[in-house]
């Protein structure tokens, strides 16, 4: 698995789970004794760890991209509603006028009604990944 997105490279990030990319803990699937091949987890994924360790880095897996849509899916209205209300409090009232300064603005210190749709984004995304990796369902 090892989402392109998030978990990166076996061994090269340990602070996040190589599953659904949360916080891991100390905690590593690694059967070559490689530690450079260790693949970290969260406590919540520990036990579907040797099912993903094999899955290709390259691109996102069917698992992955289910994850990424029902994550998606789950968190554009209300970002897209935050977006909307942090642009309408900066007297933002029209998009042909809204400005890169604006932007900038918001992206450098976005409200947290963002905060929390990227979040709700986050955890459906890690709660996916362990649902359809603990369903044993072919990835297709
Ligand atoms: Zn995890």
Known sequence: MNTPLLAGAKGANHALCGVCAREAMQIAYMPS??????LWTCPEC?????????????TLSEYESR????????????????????????????LSALSPETVDEIRENPPDEIKAAVTDALLTYAATMRAEIGSHNPPF
Not at 33 to 38: G, I, L, M, S, V
Not at 50 to 57: F, K, Q
Not at 84 to 92: E, H, M, P, S
Request: aromatic share 8%; net charge positive.
């Open 33 to 38: 004794n490689d530690f450079k091949r260790a």
């Open 46 to 58: 520990v036990k579907l760890l040797r099912d993903t360790y094999n899955m290709a880095p390259a």
């Open 67 to 94: 994850a990424l849509f029902a994550a998606a899916k789950k968190a554009a209205p209300d970002l897209i509603d935050a977006i909307l209300t942090a642009l309408w409090d900066k007297g933002v009232t029209d």
